[in-house]
């Protein structure tokens, strides 16, 4: 009796890996997890991880840091072997933002060719991947080993006020807490012109008081500001000339992003 030929087909088939990522996600979520992070870099990092998608990123001058979290509640399905790559976000943001709102958003990576497969209902797109190692590394903890004096929560509506205003006077800001008012605020000193806004606990969300004062350019916080959700609850920490951050939640709360922005030190 000859021995029958082994059955290819069963085991060995069924435990073949599968693709390193496959993914379905609504399609306001990913596109505005692409966005918050497209408003600062071309490029980032794109790790698929079990937890969910996470991407980061640091400008070429190191001014400005970015990481955000989308998280597995955030799609209707993920699968995932762990990966890092990078991302060209402006491609990326090109291809998400053809789907309408509610519209799924299907991912299937490519090892073999380093590409990412996205469909959206009858559409068909190719997006080669950039090696990580062309890419800036953001630090592994953006926001650690700073001194932060002061916390506050507060309406993106806020946040945008004060911007926009600082923005009709000058090309930098200052953001701070007053300790004795027990209030935030904003300043901005132009050549001829100036403006302030102060906000007392009573008008924030959460304010934990610590003297605070720091300058920035205001062309990092106004890109930072036109990507942010209006419905948003920002979370700022805050130091004597020390970077400033800015982080909240979006997409229902599956996503997170936080922004790291380094001050510009007073020559006084």
Do not use: K
């Not at 790790?47 to 597995?72: F, H």
């Not at 976000?89 to 709102?101: H, K």
């Not at 106004?222 to 979370?235: G, N, Q, S, V």
């Amino acid at each position: 009796m000859s021995e029958s030929a082994p059955d290819t087909n069963s085991s060995d088939a069924a435990d073949a890996p599968t693709r390193p990522f496959r993914a379905i996600v609504d399609a306001d979520a990913i596109q505005m997890a692409v966005e918050l992070v497209d408003a600062l870099f071309d490029e980032c990092h794109l790790r698929l991880e079990a937890e969910g998608l996470r991407m980061a990123g640091v400008d070429p001058a190191t001014v400005a840091s970015v990481e955000l979290t989308l998280g597995r509640a955030a799609f209707e399905s993920y699968e995932t072997t762990g990966v890092h790559t990078g991302v060209d976000l402006s491609r990326l943001g090109d291809v998400v933002q053809m789907a309408d709102s509610g519209q799924l958003v299907e991912f299937d990576l490519a090892s073999e060719t380093r590409t990412l497969e996205i469909h959206i209902d009858g559409l068909e797109y190719t997006l080669a991947l950039l090696d990580p190692e062309t890419i800036r590394r953001p630090p592994d903890s953006p926001s650690g080993g700073f001194d932060f004096a002061g916390e506050v929560v507060a309406d993106a509506d806020d946040f945008d006020r004060a911007v926009r205003a600082a923005d009709m006077v000058s090309n930098h800001l200052a953001l701070g807490i007053d300790d004795d008012e027990d209030a935030f605020y904003v300043e901005a000193t132009g050549d001829t012109d100036d403006v302030s806004l102060a906000l007392p606990a009573e008008d924030l969300a959460d304010l934990t008081t610590g003297e605070a004062h720091s300058l920035f350019s205001l062309d990092y916080l106004t890109a930072i500001d036109r990507a942010m959700p209006t419905d948003a609850e920002i979370r700022l920490r805050l130091g004597i000339e020390q970077p400033a951050t800015i982080a909240y939640e979006f997409a229902d709360g599956a996503g997170s992003v936080e922004y790291v922005v380094a001050p510009r030190i007073s020559s006084h």
